[in-house]
Structures are given as C-alpha cells and as structure tokens.
C-alpha cells in the first residue's frame, strides 16, 4: 500500500519547513512510527493547519495555530490510542463533468476525534484514500457501540432480556 508520509506532502495545504520540523520532533519525543498523513487548513482566514498523523499506536491529531499574531505560531497535538479512534468511514462519489472527464470527490468522517473533510483535488484526494485506509485498519470497529448511560451493565444484558 503506497502511503504517504510527511516527507512526500503534497505543496497544498502548505506545510512550511517549521511546521514539517515541529511535527517531526514531536513524533519521534513520541517514539512512534509515521505510517500515514493528512492535513488541512482550518481557522477564519485558513491560516491554521490541521495535520493528522496515522501512527503505529494511534492517531496524532495536531493543531498549528497563530498566537497573538500570525508572525508566531504554536503546535498543539494529541495522541489518540487507535482503540479511542471510532466512527472511520471514506466515502467517494465520481461524477461527470463533461463528456470525457470526470472529477472524484473523497469525504473521510471520524466520530471521535472529530473530524471531517471532503476533498475534490486529485491529489489530495489519493492522499485522503491513503490517510483513511491506514486509520480504518488500525481503529476500533465503528460498528454498533454499547450508549453510555452510566449503569454499568452491559450491552448483551439488555439484550438477552
């Protein structure tokens, strides 16, 4: 399975040099394994980027974003345990445009952590596909989930009644 990694980003969203430093030196003070990645821009004028991380262990989730101005930036980052990822689904829909061409549109959709995004550039679209197979094989089931009530008893219980 061709993946791709931080090194081979694609130019957009831009991931500047600082950026593709502070997301590598985080990973490895984490020990953990890129397998796979994906980021986005996100904020009021798209200057934040969101860059997901598909690791050996779970799913880096980090944030760069201006603070106090865009002259300084901070990364922020979680690790999510792939048996707290649910809800991975990769959607596509291909569609006619014209005569001969055609255009693919990818929407990849997480419960938790949250996160959603559709994409209709075909670059960054082999680059979701890629993205999303790693997290689909490396989550939890998103199958039917037991709710949280708070009672303690289990999901079979209920039931067998």
Known sequence: MHRVRLAD?????YLNEELREWVALQLKAL???????????????????????ATDIGLW????TPRGSTARYA???TLHA???????????????????????????RITRPALEVTIDDPQLGAAL????????VMAEP???????DGSGAEAGESLSR
């Open 9 to 13: 980003w694609p130019r957009m969203p």
């Open 75 to 77: 990364l922020r980052s």
């Open 31 to 53: 020990g953990v394994e890129e397998i796979a990645i994906f980021a986005l821009e996100c904020g009021p004028q798209d200057e934040e980027r969101r860059v997901l991380v």
């Open 129 to 136: 596909a890629d993205f999303a197979k790693a997290c689909l």
């Open 82 to 108: 792939w048996q707290a990822v649910r809800g991975v689904r990769l959607e596509a829909e291909t569609f006619r445009l014209w005569a001969l061409e055609h255009q693919t549109r990818w929407q990849m």
């Open 142 to 148: 998103a199958g039917w989930q037991a709710p949280d």
């Open 61 to 64: 989730d980090g944030l760069y």
